[in-house]
């Protein structure tokens, strides 16, 4: 995990690809079912992109056929909630609790045993394998 976060918007563009850095900072969504980890079934942590946090266990990811990464839930105080009222709709934004950097979106379409579907952008997050 980095020591320390980026504090201006400068710091984040040295740190982060353009990619990342429109999806972590400037909440855009990449383009449905071409992120890096959509298909990916390895054993591991999803980490944030932008500080490193551990954000998900593999374990809880599944094919939603979202066209985007699904898990059914987030490490322990992982991440947070926040009310979305963009693109005229409302719709809860998950986004890293270290670094604020959005991740996507959840919603209450998942599977047992949490009901969630963390619907997350690849771009934001990086693979640990166990």
């Known amino acids: 995990m980095a020591d320390e976060i980026p ?3 400068e710091e984040w563009r040295e ?3 353009d990619e990342e850095y429109r999806i972590l900072r400037e909440q855009a969504t990449e383009p449905k079912f071409t992120g890096e ?3 990916k079934d390895d054993d591991g942590n999803y980490c944030c992109a932008g500080c490193g946090a551990v ?3 593999s374990e809880t990811k599944f094919d939603s056929n979202s066209g985007w990464p699904s ?3 987030a490490e322990a105080n992982s991440v947070e909630l926040r009310e979305d009222r963009s693109h005229g709709m409302v719709r809860t934004e998950v986004v890293c609790a270290r670094c604020e950097g959005h991740l996507g ?18 771009a934001a997050l990086d693979f640990e394998s166990e």
């Open 71 to 73: 898990f059914y839930d």
């Open 55 to 57: 954000l998900f266990d």
């Open 15 to 17: 740190v982060l690809t």
């Open 105 to 122: 979106h959840v919603f209450d379409d998942g599977p047992e045993p949490t009901g969630k579907r963390f619907c997350i952008n690849s």
């Open 37 to 39: 980890y959509l298909g």
């Open 7 to 9: 504090q201006t918007d």
